[in-house]
């Protein structure tokens, strides 16, 4: 008896080894269908004195820069970051480019930490935005999360893009003003 016990316990571990090694990933991955639908708007690497922090690139439905179409912006870093610097970063530069109150900021504080990692000269985070209330991360095509509030479109990307931006000439750039 202990014995057909022990047998169904070995046949029932080797399933369920064979059936998590068989299934496919279920975590989201950002396809190559997805951006290459999407034009072309504008490029730009972003330095601080003489290192190059990051390349950008912005696409679109269409080849030129409308907050009311989809948009995916794409950053290469150069450098490394820590998630901590990239989250400190973030939510201060969302301040700075938008007239919101701190404290609408600071909620922002924990989402965006749960999406940001640290980075690599390599590594490539996609922004991923098709309404004005929410934006899809990816890193290194994979999803990391979903962060939702209203206006966010704008508030997010706009570190990048707006006219407010710490690099207006790179924001120029990459909306083809420039």
Known sequence: MIFIHCCRSLRLSACIAYLLWAAPAQTAVLSDNKLAGMELVGAASFKWLFWR???????????????????????????????????????????????????????????????????????????????????????????????????LKRAYLGIWLSERSRYPEQSLALRGEK
């Open 53 to 151: 922090l990051f390349d950008a690139e912005l696409r679109s439905s269409e080849p030129s820069f409308d907050w009311d179409r989809p948009l995916a912006l794409v950053i290469t870093y150069r450098t490394d970051f820590s998630s901590e610097e990239l989250t400190q970063a973030t939510l201060d530069e969302m301040r700075r480019v938008t007239s919101w109150e701190t404290a609408r900021i600071e909620v922002l504080r924990e989402p965006v930490a749960r999406c940001m990692a640290d980075v690599s000269a390599g590594d490539t985070f996609t922004a991923v935005s098709e309404d004005d209330a929410s934006v899809r991360l990816y890193l290194n095509r994979d999803h990391r999360c979903t962060l939702s509030a209203p206006g």
